[in-house]
């Protein structure tokens, strides 16, 4: 089943709902499933004349991502505990027990509550505003 699809200026680049597994596409709604083969959905983005330079002269925050967010593009004030950017570390001891040429891990102590959930709760309170 696909569904008539239309952009939703208050999701930003996000159009549709698409099926990992077949492809099927969705409307942007609740659901998490697809109708035809039950492989989960995935959001599909369509982001209009988004360059990486558009991206690299954004806040040192996750807000530089803004256009790929589940939010309404430019709706202004964000808080001023920025979530994201936390830096990347090398992990030789991880990598070497995995035998892997290298891995690198997040830390996202850096975080305001220095946990990974800061980036969801960000973007949640951003829609909740609305």
């Known amino acids: 089943m696909t569904a008539t699809l239309g952009t939703n200026p208050e999701l930003g680049a996000a159009h549709a709902l698409k099926c990992r597994e077949c ?3 969705y409307p942007l709604d609740a659901s998490y499933a697809c ?3 039950f492989g989960p959905l995935e959001v599909a983005y369509e982001p209009r ?3 990486r330079e558009a991206i690299e002269a954004g ?3 996750m807000w530089r ?3 790929l967010l589940p939010v309404t593009p430019g709706a202004g004030h964000r808080p001023g505990l920025q979530p994201g950017l936390t830096k990347l570390v090398k992990a030789d001891n991880l990598a070497r027990a995995l035998g892997a040429k290298s891995v690198w891990v ?3 102590s850096g975080n305001p509550t220095h946990s990974f959930k800061d ?3 960000a973007v949640a309170l951003e829609n909740a505003r609305r």
């Open 23 to 25: 492809a099927a596409l």
């Open 35 to 37: 109708f035809e083969c």
């Open 49 to 51: 004349g988004l360059t």
């Open 59 to 61: 806040p040192l925050s």
């Open 65 to 67: 991502y803004e256009a």
């Open 106 to 108: 997040k830390d996202d």
């Open 119 to 121: 980036r969801v709760v």
